[in-house]
């Protein structure tokens, strides 16, 4: 009968071929990185890409502000002509129908008013509402960043390219958020038509849009069809 003492339990751990850990090892455990992403590196890249996202959107504005700024002739009176030749120098477009035609030498969209009176008339509006004279002259700059909108054939409304701000085809700016984030609507220049019914526009003038008016109610003129040019 043996009189050894049985190991104790170190000894038997140590025997059986098992090392205990030490504190260093568990540390460099903890920070070994295993296949994947851990959650902090995921976040990081989430904020990252968001960051990127947003100086993305911030460049393309202010691009196209500097563009639009630069862009065209510099500030004060231009000939349009009559309306006659208006409508032969957009013969593409239904600007007798309302349709805003873009001019770039006045960095304006002219547009009718009222079509159904078949022209513009003799007078002046140093306020670029232009109802008297039957045409309006609008800043070809988005007033949220200075983006150029496009006009829409589908609706007859101008829309901007840059954050989705929508305004009828007078430059009236929709409300709600769906519509964009202008908090006015677009800018308007004066306006003159001479004894020979030619019209003027002076960009030098400039007349800050009206606050946005809700769809459904007087002042916004309804599009022609829903979310055209989407």
């Given at each position: 009968m043996s009189n050894s003492a049985p190991p104790s339990e170190p000894d038997a751990r140590l025997s059986s071929g098992i090392r205990p850990i030490r504190s260093p090892a568990i540390r460099a455990d903890r920070a070994r990185v295993v296949a994947g992403f851990s959650r902090r590196t995921l976040i990081r890249r989430a904020l990252g890409t968001a960051l990127g996202l947003w100086a993305v959107e911030a460049l393309a504005g202010t691009v196209g502000f500097a563009w639009s700024a630069a862009g065209g002739a510099a500030g004060g009176v231009h000939r349009i002509g009559t309306y006659l030749e208006f409508l032969a120098l957009n013969g593409s477009?239904?600007?007798?129908?309302?349709?805003?035609?873009?001019?770039?030498?006045?960095?304006?969209f002219v547009v009718v008013i009222a079509p159904e009176r078949g022209g513009w008339f003799q007078g002046e509006d140093a306020t670029g509402d232009g109802r008297a004279l039957n045409v309006r002259a609008l800043s070809q700059r988005c007033p949220h960043l200075g983006c150029r909108p496009n006009p829409c054939l589908e609706d007859f409304w101008i829309h901007c390219p840059c954050h989705q701000s929508r305004y009828d085809r007078l430059?009236?700016?929709?409300?709600?958020?769906?519509?964009?984030?202008?908090?006015?609507?677009?800018?308007?220049?004066?306006?003159?038509?001479?004894?020979?019914?030619?019209?003027?526009?002076d960009n030098s003038k400039v007349t800050l849009g009206p606050l946005p008016?809700?769809?459904?109610?007087?002042?916004v003129i309804p599009p022609l069809v829903e979310n055209g040019c989407s």
């Open positions: 477009l239904p600007v007798g129908e309302g349709f805003p035609a873009y001019v770039a030498e006045a960095r304006s430059g009236t700016k929709v409300d709600g958020v769906r519509y964009g984030p202008a908090a006015r609507s677009m800018d308007r220049f004066a306006v003159k038509v001479d004894k020979d019914g030619v019209l003027f526009v008016i809700a769809l459904g109610r007087p002042g």
